[in-house]
């Protein structure tokens, strides 16, 4: 991979040393050290292309196929989710709203258009360290539990539930009763507030159209999986550091910014290229209403609140939901591992229910390859 200077970057893009540090923070640009000096960085050549080439007016359609995977135009239909006007909404209804007095096993009545029922064959009782029991638990029932194709929708609702429940079996080490959100806050030592938070957390977080993990979902049901495999396809990609594993960064930052100041682990982020995790989103150009919604809802600490008024100082750009689940974390005092769950037991409710959809299609997802490699020799006609 080639790398390039500031400089050369902010040139080629034709923006402000402000966009172009935003651009990293919103993953859209990769960065790294100059390894001959580390007070500078250096950006990839091949990102700023592609960023330059979106900037510069219309392209060939096969680059245009290839720019949607990364926050382009639609490549799917679906009755889901929509984000529109810096609104998120499930099924017409805003998920905001759905949030300030909805359980998650609601909020999956309305998103599935069914009851949510559960078998009572869910709990697999995994034990180890809380990550490992996830994964763990999902494969197990991967294992053994019948393709998707075939079956009827009110089977693979129940299927739905089941696989969401043996998720929180695994994430509370325990058969409970109540809703998800109290079985979570109790296992969590939570508070009244603390739990309450982690049910409005779980319902903001249930979707969010054809995020990675959800396209992940959708392309294993697409072959006729099993829905605790499209869970377990789904908890796979959401694992990466730029996807559901981002609130730990959030709280290396937090630590950061305890340590020296906000102020100064703003700058010092921005003076070497590196990324202010939890800020800014692509999708909500005026600020991720998920964030501003739970950051309402409690006392946000001193130290928050001047990392994010650092961040908007110098870069314009407003905290995102990993930024609220963060701070959640960091004032309720659960830890990023935990964070992780609360992600993964709202947006499973999403990869289950786009996998359900893309299964009623019948249909294959099988993308082409745009080839740039080394073409092959012609073969020589015969003599």
Known sequence: ???????????????????????????????RPDPDDSRRSLYSAEDVARLASRRSGPIRAAEIAEASIAWGEPVLTSKLTVIVDGRLCYRGVDAITLSRTATLEEAATHFWAAPYAPRRDHSVGIPGPFKVRLFTALGARAGH???ARGRSRTVLTADAATVLETLVDAATERRGNGAIHERLGAAWGLEPKGTDMVRRALVLLLDHELNASTFSARVAASTGASLSACALAGLSTLSGPLHGGAVAGVLAFLSEAEQVGAEVAVRARL?????????????????????????????????????QAAVMRETGEHPNVDFAIGAMAQHFGFPAETAFGIFAIGRCIGWLGHAMEQIETGSLIRPRARYVGVMPTPISPSH
């Open 271 to 307: 003076d070497e290229g590196r990324a202010l995790p939890g800020f800014g989103h692509p999708l909500y150009p005026d600020g991720d209403p998920r964030a501003a919604e739970l950051l309402s809802h409690f006392d946000v600490p001193p130290l928050i609140s001047a990392v």
């Open 1 to 31: 991979m080639a790398w390039i200077s500031s400089e050369e970057a902010i040139r080629l893009l034709g923006v402000r040393p402000q966009t172009l540090y935003a651009y990293v923070s919103r993953g859209r640009l990769e960065a």
């Open 145 to 147: 539990d019948a393709h």
